[in-house]
């Protein structure tokens, strides 16, 4: 029962996030997961003073103010060996073959240009505040 709650808030979160992020200019690729729920939570894209941003984001529920990465078989979520090792394990046969190339496409490209973002989005349970964080590139 906890964890059928908890997937819920998962989901409502993610729906916040997105939501905010499209109403500030982001808009969301699609895929970014495989195995079903490995992966991405969100992948945007947008324009900063006229050039093209990626912003990978992971949705968490927070706890006195802060979230903690999952340090994963992949690594720790969110650094460069987590997000190298989600693009390599997407499919890019089945359905989601196209929105898959293309999110890889942009990633690439992004961290190729200097113009890669990470955040994490979460809700306070206490405040009842959402908000969106950068990550600093420090692993």
Same mark, same amino acid.
């Given at each position: 029962?906890?964890?059928?709650?908890?997937?819920?808030?998962?989901?409502?979160?993610?729906?916040?996030?997105?939501?905010?992020?499209?109403?500030?200019?982001?808009?969301?690729?699609?895929?970014?997961?495989?195995?079903?729920?490995?992966?991405?939570?969100?992948?945007?894209?947008?324009?900063?003073?006229?050039?093209?941003?990626?912003?990978?984001?992971?949705?968490? *529920?927070?706890?006195?103010?802060?979230?903690?990465?999952?340090?994963?078989?992949?690594?720790?979520?969110?650094?460069? *060996?987590?997000?190298?090792?989600?693009?390599?394990?997407?499919?890019?046969?089945?359905?989601?073959?196209?929105?898959?190339?293309?999110?890889?496409?942009?990633?690439?490209?992004?961290?190729?240009?200097?113009?890669?973002?990470?955040?994490?989005?979460?809700?306070?349970?206490?405040?009842?505040?959402?908000?969106?964080?950068?990550?600093?590139?420090?692993?």
């Amino acid at each position: 029962m906890i964890n059928a709650i908890n997937q819920e808030l998962g989901e409502k979160s993610e729906l916040l996030t997105r939501n905010l992020l499209e109403s500030r200019g982001f808009t969301q690729l699609d895929g970014g997961k495989y195995n079903t729920v490995n992966g991405f939570d969100h992948v945007f894209i947008t324009e900063i003073d006229g050039v093209e941003h990626v912003m990978i984001v992971d949705t968490k *529920q927070l706890k006195n103010g802060s979230a903690a990465l999952a340090n994963t078989n992949n690594g720790v979520q969110m650094s460069r *060996q987590w997000v190298d090792n989600v693009l390599e394990n997407l499919d890019y046969d089945g359905d989601m073959a196209q929105a898959n190339l293309l999110l890889k496409s942009k990633i690439d490209s992004a961290k190729t240009n200097g113009t890669l973002l990470k955040g994490v989005a979460g809700l306070d349970k206490k405040t009842g505040e959402f908000s969106v964080v950068k990550l600093d590139e420090i692993f």
